[in-house]
């Protein structure tokens, strides 16, 4: 396989040439040809002299290589980097696309700057086994990470013994990468919380207690209501009495009546009045809502 590049006026293209015979009706030649996977260098093939040239364009984008060969790598880029090639792997199983057809080589491997995206080579013809590309990049990358960024580091380093371990599968490394991506939401929540000056704190014994403190101040209006009530009944009776000498079951059946129905009420009020402070305490201070 040789490399060349070439640019014209609107594009620039990375030109793979070989002498293989190549069936350009091949399934994996019509996908590469077509298109039609996302995250794959374009790619267009020539025949010129008994040779194949495989034009892949990569205009607006920089090769790995170049990006790093005078900067240092973030957790970020690495982050990125390797997210977008274990998508890519399982996609490729998708379309029933060889994983050996991919090239990792840092020549090969492009970053978009407008669109912030990376995309990779495939070469269906000069195959290599993807999990010792992927021992090869990750053998490149570790010098170029910025030892100062000490999570860039870590991810590195975590990689770089994932990768090196004997039978190590892609679902291993994407353990990897979500560990480190869990990490990441966290600290972003820990940034949030820690920056929203309006949010109160209050430990959970605290908001206990209120809750506690709330269900005893609704009870009180509750339990005033029904003695108030049974007392008037009371002395309705009482009164009746006084003014009435024959006895009549009447009254107390009218006396009972009320004795419901003012027990009824004042459940409702007591039910109600829990159900709002409960309402309360759940959404905490007002400037909590505010987040």
Known sequence: MEISYKRDLNHNYLILKTTERIDTEDYQMRLLTGNHVVGFLPCMVQMVDNQVLFYYEITTKQSLASIYEHQKMKRED???????????????????????????SPEYVYFDSEQKEVSFCYFPIEQKEIMTSLRELVEYILPKIDHTDQEAVILGY?????????????????????????????DEVDDLWEDD???????LEE???????????????????????????????????????????????????????IAGISAGLYLFQMNQQAKLVGQGHPKERTR
């Open 78 to 104: 690495l982050s990125s980097l390797f997210d977008s090639l274990v998508k890519k792997i399982e996609e490729m199983r998708d379309f029933l696309l060889d994983a050996k057809g991919l090239i990792l």
């Open 158 to 186: 975590n990689l770089y013994r994932c990768v090196m371990e004997e039978g190590v599968c892609l679902a291993q490394i994407k353990e990897e990468l979500y560990r480190d991506r869990a990490i990441e939401v966290k």
């Open 197 to 203: 000056v309006e949010v109160s704190k209050e430990p």
């Open 207 to 261: 908001i206990v207690q209120s809750f506690s403190k709330a269900k005893e101040e609704a009870v009180h209006p509750a339990i005033s209501t029904i003695i108030i009530a049974i007392s008037g009944v009371l002395l309705f009776v009482y009164f009746y009495f006084l003014n009435n000498t024959e006895f009549s079951w009447h009254i107390y059946v009218a006396a009972a009546v009320m004795l419901l129905v």
